[in-house]
């Protein structure tokens, strides 16, 4: 069984939903938990402590670790609250679950500024708010975990949450820079793209006769997302970079690949006409690879360009991408 004996984790958001689950399932493995949650409702308004107070009882209740943290991951100050909550009360930090977030559905043209602002603010916002401060202390340490909660409403798109897809896919990137910079220090970070039935599945249907019918909606129990979560959280997680999908038990790599292209000759000055009659081949998903960053694309192209990427003298070597 995967264990989390003498290992501290900071969930967001654990005071209800999927949170919950996370902090539940990562207590009973040995963790000791920090159950972050302001207690608002899901637009993000209010507050009640004793909603994560309440995650805290169970845990302990069951003979677990946990103390609950009622600061907001939108500000500077939340952040650091959440992890000096984690680091005072059981001297580490070991895994970040980055959960905490607020939903509400606006056709594009209505959304507001404030709108947009709330919502960047709690998710991706709060997200590098919180990670920055717990980076440092793993990096202190040489080792962590984190896992960003993002969304296939933002990868793939849903209507209707422009704001809430920006901020969720925003995360994506946020953790693949993470990856990069804290693979020197034993940090991993990846991200899941949960289907759960919550609160958020209940208060944007609304239609009482619909969730209780509904094949889907049955299926996609959150029980089923906490697995995934809980082993890219764990010490047996030791690769970095990467997305997945978890939706009715089904866990799938969820990945951005860049294509092969057209490669226009390289005396040649292309113009709009010559994307125009290559456009098929530039749209084909054929032959792909998966760049672990920006030196990748570079790496590509300069192979098929027949020159290099930098000076002769250089000292410099990068990985090779994975090609698919």
């Known amino acids: 069984m995967i264990e989390f004996d003498g290992k501290v984790a900071i969930v967001t958001g654990a005071g209800r939903g999927l949170g919950r689950l996370y902090a539940l399932d990562l207590a009973r493995r040995g963790a000791a938990v920090v159950v972050n949650d302001l207690g608002g409702t899901m637009r993000g308004q209010g507050a009640d402590t004793g909603v994560a107070n309440q995650v805290v009882e169970e845990i302990t209740s069951a003979g677990g670790r946990a103390v609950a943290s009622h600061d907001s991951v939108d500000s500077p100050e939340g952040g650091q609250a959440i992890v ?33 602002r709330q919502m960047l603010q709690v998710h991706l916002d709060g997200g590098f708010y919180l990670s920055q401060p717990a980076y440092k202390v793993m990096a202190e340490q040489k080792y962590g975990r984190f896992v960003f909660i993002s969304s296939s409403a933002g990868n793939f798109g849903q209507p209707m949450e422009a704001h ?50 509904s094949g889907f909606m049955r299926a996609i129990r959150p029980e089923l997302v906490v697995p995934l979560v809980v082993f890219l959280a764990s010490t047996e997680c030791d690769f970095t970079h990467r997305n997945y999908s978890a939706c009715a038990g089904r866990y799938a790599r969820v990945f951005m690949g860049l294509a092969n292209g057209w490669l226009a000759d390289a005396e040649s000055e292309p113009t709009a006409d010559d994307v125009l009659s290559h456009i098929d081949e530039i749209s084909a998903t054929e032959k792909f690879i998966v760049p672990d960053s920006i030196v990748d694309e570079v790496l590509e192209v300069c192979d098929r360009r027949g020159i290099s990427a930098m000076p002769e003298n250089a000292d410099v070597s990068f990985p090779e991408p994975t090609k698919k």
């Not at 930090?93 to 947009?116: C, M, Q, R, T």
């Not at 919550?198 to 619909?210: C, I, N, P």
């Open 164 to 213: 809430y897809a920006a901020a969720k896919t925003g995360l994506v990137g946020l953790s693949n820079v993470i990856a990069i910079e804290g693979a020197a220090h034993g940090i991993l970070s990846n991200t899941v793209l949960p289907t759960g039935f919550s609160r958020m599945v209940t208060e944007t249907v609304g239609d009482e006769k619909f969730l209780a019918e």
């Open 84 to 116: 000096d909550t984690a680091v005072d009360s059981f001297g580490r930090l070991d895994a970040v679950v980055s959960n905490a977030g607020i939903f509400n559905s606006i056709p594009f043209e209505e959304i507001s500024p404030d709108d947009w």
